[in-house]
C-alpha cells in the first residue's frame, strides 16, 4: 500500500509548501497529493482554495494575486507550526525542486469554467513537456474538468474524487474513463475497490490518520493511502516490514536451540 503526503505533510508542515514537500522527502516520501489553482498571471500554484484567507496573512481571491506575489506571502497560517516563513509555491517551482518523485495526484477544485479551461491548458502542456505521463494523475471532483482533460490529451492520466456516495462513484469514474478513484475513506468496502481494482482502476482514499483505519484499509486491498502524517505512518510500516522479516529467524534459532535440547 503506498503512502501519499496529503498536501505535502500538512500534519507536520504548513500545507502545500515546498517546506512541507522537502521535510517529508527527506524521511523518504516520494508520493505526494496536492492541489491546484490558477493565478492571475495564468501559473498552476499549491493552493486548497480558492481565496488565500485561510492559509495567509492576506485576503482575496487566488485569482487577485500573480505567482510572484504569492510567493511573498507568508503561508503559516491555520497550519502546522513553522519557524520560518514560507510562501505560496507554482507547480513548476515544486517540480524543479525535486527530480525523483514517483507519483504526484495534482487536485484542482471547483472553479469558473474559464479559469478552469486555462487551468487545463496549463497542465496539460507541463506534462508534456517535462515528460511526466507516468509520475502524474489529474484529479478533481469537476467531472466537466477531467473530459476537459481527456479531450486534450488520451495519455494523461486522471482521477475522480469522490466524497459522497451517489451519483455511484465507481460508475461515474469508469463512465469518465479515469485511471484512478480517489474516494473519501468512509465510502470504502472491499467489494468496491475490488470491483474497482477489477477494471483497473487504482483506489486512493483520504484523508486517512489513524493506524487503526490505515489497518482497515489495508485489509480492504486499497493501493494507496492520503495522510497528513506521511512521515510516521511511513515509520509505522518500515517497522512492521522490518519485524515481520525478523520473525523466520527468530523461530528458526527456537527451532534450533530446542533441537539441540532434544539431543542432549
Known sequence: MIVYGHRGAKGEAPENTLPGFVHAYRHGIRHFELDLVLSKDGKPVLLHDLTVDRTTSHRGSVSSFTAHELAGMDARNNTSSWPAPVGVPSLEDLLNQFDDLEHLQLEVKADKRHRLNVLCNR??????????????????????????????????????????????????????????????????????????????????????????????????????????????TRMFFDNRAKSQLALPNATNEMIAASEALTAR
Open 123 to 232: 497542465l496539460t502542456e507541463v506534462i508534456q513537456r517535462r515528460d511526466l505521463y507516468q509520475k502524474v494523475a489529474i484529479t478533481s471532483s469537476d467531472t466537466w474538468f477531467l473530459k476537459e482533460v481527456r479531450r486534450r490529451n488520451k495519455n494523461i492520466r486522471i482521477g475522480l474524487v469522490a466524497e459522497r456516495k451517489f451519483p455511484k462513484p465507481l460508475s461515474m469514474a469508469l463512465k469518465l474513463g479515469c485511471d484512478y478513484l480517489c474516494l473519501n475513506w468512509k465510502l470504502c468496502s472491499k467489494t468496491l475497490v475490488e470491483n474497482a481494482n477489477r477494471r483497473g482502476l487504482h483506489v486512493s482514499v483520504w484523508t486517512v490518520n489513524r493506524i487503526h483505519d490505515m489497518l482497515v484499509m489495508e485489509e480492504m486491498g486499497v493501493d494507496s493511502i492520503i495522510t497528513d502524517y506521511p512521515t510516521s
